[in-house]
Protein backbone atom coordinates (compact mmCIF):
# COMPACT_ATOMS: atom_id res chain seq x y z
CA UNK A 1 0.00 0.00 0.00
CA UNK A 2 2.69 2.35 0.49
CA UNK A 3 4.21 1.47 -2.50
CA UNK A 4 0.99 3.06 -4.42
CA UNK A 5 0.61 6.00 -2.28
CA UNK A 6 4.43 6.12 -3.09
CA UNK A 7 3.72 5.79 -7.02
CA UNK A 8 0.86 8.05 -6.99
CA UNK A 9 3.17 10.68 -5.48
CA UNK A 10 5.73 10.75 -7.61
CA UNK A 11 2.70 10.64 -10.46
CA UNK A 12 1.64 13.74 -9.42
CA UNK A 13 5.20 15.46 -9.10
CA UNK A 14 5.82 14.66 -12.67
CA UNK A 15 2.27 15.88 -13.94
CA UNK A 16 2.81 19.34 -12.47
CA UNK A 17 6.08 19.97 -14.10
CA UNK A 18 4.78 18.45 -17.79
CA UNK A 19 1.95 21.21 -16.59
CA UNK A 20 4.24 23.67 -15.80
CA UNK A 21 6.78 22.84 -19.02
CA UNK A 22 3.34 22.61 -20.80
CA UNK A 23 2.63 26.39 -19.48
CA UNK A 24 5.63 27.88 -19.89
CA UNK A 25 5.54 26.76 -23.80
CA UNK A 26 2.08 28.52 -24.58
CA UNK A 27 3.59 31.79 -22.55
CA UNK A 28 6.59 31.39 -24.78
CA UNK A 29 4.54 30.69 -28.10
CA UNK A 30 2.43 33.80 -27.38
CA UNK A 31 4.90 36.12 -26.51
CA UNK A 32 6.88 35.42 -30.08
CA UNK A 33 3.20 35.84 -31.49
CA UNK A 34 3.09 39.22 -29.90
CA UNK A 35 6.77 39.73 -30.82
CA UNK A 36 6.01 39.03 -34.66
CA UNK A 37 2.81 40.36 -35.28
CA UNK A 38 1.92 44.58 -34.77
CA UNK A 39 -1.45 46.15 -35.24
CA UNK A 40 -1.68 49.40 -37.14
CA UNK A 41 -1.66 51.53 -34.27
CA UNK A 42 1.55 50.25 -33.46
CA UNK A 43 2.80 50.97 -36.67
CA UNK A 44 1.69 54.52 -37.26
CA UNK A 45 3.33 55.57 -33.37
CA UNK A 46 6.63 53.66 -34.14
CA UNK A 47 7.08 55.01 -37.80
CA UNK A 48 5.14 58.73 -36.53
CA UNK A 49 3.39 58.13 -39.80
CA UNK A 50 -0.46 59.33 -39.91
CA UNK A 51 -3.65 56.28 -41.03
CA UNK A 52 -3.63 57.87 -44.43
CA UNK A 53 0.11 56.99 -44.94
CA UNK A 54 -0.01 53.51 -43.98
CA UNK A 55 -3.13 53.26 -46.37
CA UNK A 56 -0.74 54.15 -49.26
CA UNK A 57 2.11 51.71 -47.79
CA UNK A 58 -0.99 48.86 -47.84
CA UNK A 59 -2.72 49.99 -51.15
CA UNK A 60 0.59 50.57 -52.99
CA UNK A 61 2.13 47.21 -51.90
CA UNK A 62 4.69 47.77 -50.24
CA UNK A 63 3.64 47.08 -46.83
CA UNK A 64 1.69 43.31 -46.62
CA UNK A 65 -0.64 42.83 -44.27
CA UNK A 66 -3.33 40.71 -42.63
CA UNK A 67 -6.81 41.83 -42.14
CA UNK A 68 -9.44 39.94 -39.84
CA UNK A 69 -12.81 42.07 -39.24
CA UNK A 70 -11.49 45.13 -40.55
CA UNK A 71 -8.56 45.21 -38.17
CA UNK A 72 -4.86 45.36 -40.11
CA UNK A 73 -2.32 43.37 -38.40
CA UNK A 74 1.65 43.44 -39.83
CA UNK A 75 4.74 41.50 -39.44
CA UNK A 76 7.56 42.94 -37.35
CA UNK A 77 10.11 41.43 -40.19
CA UNK A 78 7.77 42.90 -43.33
CA UNK A 79 8.57 46.38 -41.17
CA UNK A 80 11.98 45.62 -40.66
CA UNK A 81 12.91 44.91 -44.36
CA UNK A 82 10.60 47.93 -45.68
CA UNK A 83 13.04 49.88 -43.55
CA UNK A 84 16.19 48.18 -44.62
CA UNK A 85 15.41 48.23 -47.69
CA UNK A 86 15.13 52.16 -47.46
CA UNK A 87 18.01 52.82 -45.81
CA UNK A 88 20.48 55.72 -47.15
CA UNK A 89 23.26 55.09 -44.47
CA UNK A 90 26.20 57.41 -44.99
CA UNK A 91 29.70 55.80 -45.83
CA UNK A 92 32.70 57.62 -45.50
CA UNK A 93 35.45 58.27 -48.23
Not at 32 to 58: A, C, N, P, Y
Not at 75 to 81: A, G, I, P, T
Request: net charge positive.
Amino acid sequence: MTEVIELLRQLSIGMTEVRTYIMALKNTELQSFRESWVDGQEVMQTLHISKRTLQSLRDSGVLPFSRINGKFYYKVSDLQNLLHSNYSGHESK
